[in-house]
Nanobody
Framework: QVQLAESGGGLVQPGGSLRLSCAAS????????VGWFRQTPGKEREGVSC?????????YYRDSVKGRFTISRDNAKNTVYLQLSSLKGEDTAVYYC???????????????????WGQGTQVTVSS
């Protein structure tokens, strides 16, 4: 059974850090592009970052998280990570990972590109 499972969310103070994990089962993640998205109540889901397959390795970030978030992968663990640093209140959201075979493009934020989705993990930034 093909699944993606996010973990690592939680409550953190402004300026703090979290590392989100996206673990795959039922398929090998290294040939897939993996995107991270987030959604807050009443708003559309937005693309945050994307990492291409291991053979390409290119990464993309939305402007508001550049320099603060870092996406990476560990093929041995079949997992992609999103390191969140210097967190702000506006980063509060449910974070989702999604996967599609191949590489990211400049349209990585388009949800329809992705075949597999996780259930999400809540990140709350508050003092």
């Amino acid at each position: 059974q093909v699944q993606l499972a996010e973990s690592g969310g939680g409550l953190v103070q402004p300026g703090g850090s979290l590392r989100l994990s996206c673990a795959a089962s039922g398929f090998t993640l290294d040939t897939y592009a993996v995107g991270w998205f987030r959604q807050t109540p009443g708003k559309e889901r937005e693309g945050v970052s994307c990492i291409s397959s291991s053979s390409d390795g290119s990464t993309y970030y939305r402007d508001s998280v550049k320099g603060r978030f870092t996406i990476s992968r560990d093929n041995a663990k079949n997992t992609v990570y999103l390191q969140l640093s210097s967190l702000k209140g506006e980063d509060t959201a449910v974070y989702y990972c999604a996967a599609v075979w191949g590489d990211c493009t400049t349209s990585y934020y388009a949800e329809t590109l992705y075949d597999y989705w996780g259930q999400g993990t809540q990140v709350t930034v508050s003092s």
